[in-house]
């Protein structure tokens, strides 16, 4: 080996040397230079405990099973808004009812008082109000021809319809017929109509 050669393997081994007061020194790494020859440095070996497996951590199996129950969360709620809109249009249809009823009830109070025209303007109303109560739908602006296919889609039978019909066809000549403040005529249309709920009311 020669001195260029050994002084680039020092240089490489972090080797310094130096003259000091007319005598050779040197600093070395530990265990790199010995009294006869010179090591190569050894490498400290890092011992590390091994990692736990995945599996094995304690949120994995939350993390696994968070999109199951979020599902399973909204599969609940949505049967719940199901159940309470269901409820809901339940109550709204009891509502719409019970008022409809109660414009029954104004209009007895017009058969005695109140104009024809206002009679029998309240008893149509209070029918038609109630129609859609039970049918769920609007009903005021139907022909009589597609009111009758909606009422026998609910199961109506035919003399139910035919005795609505009657009642509805009675308050609209009633508001234009001269004889339509016959108080007999006035009774048997509120009997009608009144009827007419009550039978709708069971189904």
């Known amino acids: 080996m020669t001195t260029s050669e050994l002084l680039d393997r020092l240089r490489r ?3 310094r040397l130096w003259l ?82 109660r414009r029954l009830e104004a209009a007895e109070k017009l058969k005695t008082s109140g104009s024809p025209a206002d009679f029998y303007a309240e008893v ?9 109560a039970r049918l769920g739908e609007p009903v005021s602006g139907l022909t009589r021809d597609a009111l009758a296919q909606r009422l026998s889609e609910r199961g109506v039978s035919a003399e139910r319809q035919r005795q609505i019909q009657t009642v509805l066809e009675t308050c609209e000549l009633g508001r234009f017929a001269p004889g339509a403040a ?10 009608e109509a009144a009827a007419a709920m009550e039978a709708l009311d069971g189904k």
């Open 124 to 132: 149509e109303k209070a029918l038609l109000h109630f129609l859609e």
């Open 13 to 15: 081994l972090d080797v």
């Open 20 to 101: 000091e007061n007319g005598k050779l020194k040197c600093s070395a790494p530990k265990n790199v230079l010995t009294a006869d020859t010179i090591r190569p440095p050894r490498h400290a070996a890092a011992f590390t405990t091994p990692s736990e497996p995945l599996w094995r951590a304690v949120w994995f199996v939350p993390a696994v099973l968070s999109p199951f129950g979020l599902w399973a969360a909204l599969g609940v709620v949505g049967l719940v808004r199901a159940r309470l809109g269901r409820e809901d249009e339940g109550a709204t249809r009891k509502r719409k009812a019970k008022a409809a009823r």
């Open 182 to 191: 016959d108080p007999q005529a006035r009774d048997r249309v509120l009997d």
